[in-house]
């Protein structure tokens, strides 16, 4: 059974930069497909970018893309997502999920909630 | 960009039968996934491929899909059924679409 532990919380200046982290057990993270989703306070889901096995890419949503950064470190069964020039709008709660062949998202990490704040 | 809609918000009377729906545009021929979120939790995937319950999701929940409506069906609702329930699709254009959400009240 996969099981996602993410980093803790984090607040940042807005221009900084965030680094979010998601430890993988039960498989090993050349096994899975990790995406990141986020979720705005009291807003829905929103998809951000995630591992493509078919391309052996990353692909990312077009709204984030040059902000972004989806990496691995498969010695620690690890995922990270970097989100730069951090504004008020990304204050939000960040998750990471395997994506299964088919496309659906199970299961989900925690989430790490980023504030960003002056 | 391909949208999917969903109703702000669904109240059913306990025990009673909801249906939550997700439009989209021929999202009949789309593969439907549903999740269920409560207050301060992550999703968690309740109805995959249209209709398939993971294991631990109770029988109550069922889903089907067809033209331009996917819909959530949760029999027999019960209080700790209450929460925000997403759709979900992958779509060649915009790749991963979630609908907006639906805050499910069981009365």
Redesign the interface.
């Known amino acids: 059974q996969v099981q996602l532990v993410q980093s803790g919380a984090e607040v940042k200046k807005p221009g900084a930069s965030v680094k979010v982290s998601c430890k993988v057990s039960g498989y090993t993270l050349t096994e899975l497909s990790m ?1 990141w ?1 986020r979720q705005a306070p009291g807003k ?4 951000m970018g ?1 591992f493509d096995p078919e391309d052996g890419e990353t ?1 990312y ?1 077009q709204k984030f893309q040059g902000r972004v950064t989806m990496t691995e470190d498969t010695s620690t069964d690890t995922a990270y997502m970097e989100l730069s020039s951090l504004r008020s709008e990304d204050t939000a709660v960040y ?1 990471c ?1 395997t994506v ?1 062949p ?10 790490t909630l980023v504030t960003v704040s002056s | 960009s391909y949208e999917l809609t969903q109703p702000l918000s669904v109240s059913v009377a306990l025990g009673q039968t909801a249906r939550i729906t997700c439009g989209g545009n021929n999202i009949g021929s789309k ?1 439907v ?1 549903w ?1 269920q979120q409560k207050p301060g939790q ?4 309740v109805i ?2 249209d209709s398939n319950r ?1 294991s631990g999701i109770p029988e109550r929940f069922s889903g089907s899909n067809s033209g331009n409506t996917a819909t959530l069906t949760i029999s027999r609702a019960q209080a700790g059924d209450e929460a925000d329930y ?1 759709c ?3 779509d060649s254009s915009t ?7 639906t805050k499910l009240t069981v009365l």
């Open positions: 995406h989703v829905g889901l929103e998809w995630g692909i949503a998750y999920a299964s088919l496309n659906w998202f199970d299961p989900w990490g925690q989430g | 593969n996934h999740y992550a999703p968690v995937l995959y491929r993971p997403y979900q699709v992958w790749l991963v679409v979630f609908g907006g959400g």
